[in-house]
C-alpha cells in the first residue's frame, strides 16, 4: 500500500480536507494543463488518463487507486463525472456487471447493492464543460449514499431485477437492438440496468438458460 499523507497531517486534517488541498490548485484547469503541470505525459483519449493525473496529483505510483493506503482503509473508490455547461452529469455511472445467478440467491442485506453503498465512500472527481465546450476541472467530492435512498430506491430497484429475473426476462427487438424489461433509466429516476460489454454478443446466461448481453448497475 502507498500513502499520500503523512500521520501528523491525518492527526490534524481528514481526509476529505487533505485531498481537498490537493486538488484545489488543479481547479479550473483543463485535463491536459493538469498533466502540464504535473509533468505527465499520456494520451487524453486513453482509459488510463484521469487515474494517472490522480496518482501523480497525490503523489503515488501507477493507477490503481484502490492500493492507496488511505482510500483502501476508509474503502473510498474514486469516480470520474463530467457534467455538462448546465451542470447536470453527462453520463449515468456504472458499476458493477449483474451476476443474476447470484441476485435471486441474495438477501438484501448480504447483497452486493446493499454492502457497496452502505460501505463504501465515492470519490467525485468533477469536470464541467465550459460555454466554448472545453473540459476543465471543476473540483471533488466525498460522498456516501444517504442510508434513506438504500433503503428506498435501491432497495426498489434490486427488489424490480429479482422480480423480473425470477419471472424470466423478456425480449423485444427494438431499432437499436434487443430491449429487455429490466428496469430501465426511466425505472426510478436515480438506478438502472444497461448493457456492459464488449459488444451485443459479449452474453451470459440467466437462471432460466435464456442468454443475455452483460448487464451493469447504473446510477
Given amino acids: ?11 490534524k486534517k481528514t481526509i476529505e480536507q487533505l485531498l481537498e ?11 491536459e494543463k ?16 484521469i487515474p494517472t493525473l490522480i496518482s501523480a496529483l497525490l503523489g503515488v505510483k501507477g493507477t490503481k487507486l484502490d492500493s492507496i493506503a488511505e482510500f483502501a482503509k476508509a474503502n473510498i ?3 470520474t463525472v463530467r457534467l455538462k455547461k ?21 438477501e438484501w ?14 470519490l467525485f472527481v468533477v469536470f464541467q464543460f465550459d460555454e466554448n465546450d ?8 466525498l460522498w456516501q449514499m444517504p442510508e434513506e435512498t438504500i433503503e428506498n430506491e435501491l432497495f426498489d430497484y434490486w427488489t424490480e431485477i429479482r422480480r423480473v429475473v425470477n ?14 424489461n429490466l428496469p430501465g433509466s426511466k425505472f426510478n429516476g436515480k438506478f438502472h440496468v444497461r448493457p456492459k460489454g464488449r459488444d451485443s454478443s459479449d452474453t451470459v446466461a440467466l437462471p432460466d438458460g435464456q442468454m443475455i448481453a452483460k448487464q451493469c448497475y447504473w446510477m
Fill in 21 to 31: 488541498e490537493k486538488f484545489a490548485p488543479y481547479i479550473g484547469l483543463t485535463r
Fill in 34 to 49: 493538469m498533466a502540464s503541470k504535473l509533468g505527465v505525459t499520456v494520451n487524453p483519449k486513453h482509459k488510463s488518463f
Fill in 86 to 106: 448546465n451542470g447536470q452529469p453527462k453520463e449515468s455511472m456504472s458499476f458493477t456487471n449483474i451476476h443474476f445467478t447470484e441476485i435471486v440467491k441474495e
Fill in 1 to 11: 500500500l502507498t500513502y499520500f499523507a503523512t500521520n501528523q497531517e491525518l492527526q
Fill in 167 to 180: 419471472e424470466g426476462v423478456q425480449f423485444v427487438q427494438t431499432k437499436n437492438g434487443t430491449g429487455n
Fill in 134 to 141: 472545453v473540459l476543465y476541472f471543476k473540483g471533488i467530492k
Fill in 109 to 122: 442485506e448480504d447483497s452486493f447493492l446493499y454492502n457497496y453503498f452502505s460501505e463504501t465512500k465515492l
Fill in 77 to 79: 473508490q474514486f469516480k
